[in-house]
């Protein structure tokens, strides 16, 4: 019997586009975001009435950011693991970033 090989670089990938996917479609559908983005959003709102340079996903990220370096000051540590974390943060920003541009001006109509 062949051993099953589970990628866990895929899983990865897909777990970030789908939860991106879905935080787009959230925003989209005005139906608001979950928790865990609520803030993140609110913020993106209030701050998009002043300027649209800022992203969703560029506050995603500086976020994530300020909250792994409170976790490091905290511990009085800190890990490799934060860094790779906030990468994971970057990548997820630039992510939910492509798909609001593509569902929020390019692929759904309003209505």
Same mark, same amino acid.
């Given at each position: 019997?062949k051993?099953?090989?589970f990628?866990?670089?895929?899983a990865?990938i897909?777990?970030?586009?789908?939860?991106?996917?879905?935080? +787009?479609? *959230? *925003?989209k $559908?005005?139906?608001?975001v $979950?928790?865990? +983005?609520?803030?993140?959003y609110t913020l993106?709102?209030?701050?998009?009435?002043? %300027?649209e340079i800022? %992203?969703?996903?560029t506050i995603?990220?500086?976020f994530?950011?300020?909250?792994?370096?409170? *976790?490091?000051?905290?511990?009085k540590?800190?890990?490799? $693991?934060?860094?790779?974390?906030?990468a %994971? *943060?970057v990548i997820s920003?630039? %992510?939910i970033?492509?798909?609001?541009w593509?569902f929020?001006?390019?692929?759904?109509?309003?209505?």
């Open positions: 019997m051993k099953r090989v990628y866990k670089e895929i990865y897909f777990g970030i586009v789908f939860i991106a996917i879905g935080v +787009a479609l *959230a *925003a $559908s005005d139906f608001g $979950s928790m865990i +983005a609520g803030p993140v993106y709102l209030w701050l998009n009435q002043f %300027t800022i %992203t969703f996903g995603d990220y500086s994530q950011g300020i909250v792994i370096l409170l *976790a490091a000051i905290l511990v540590k800190f890990h490799l $693991s934060y860094l790779l974390s906030f %994971t *943060a920003g630039f %992510t970033d492509f798909f609001f593509l929020l001006h390019k692929v759904l109509p309003d209505g």
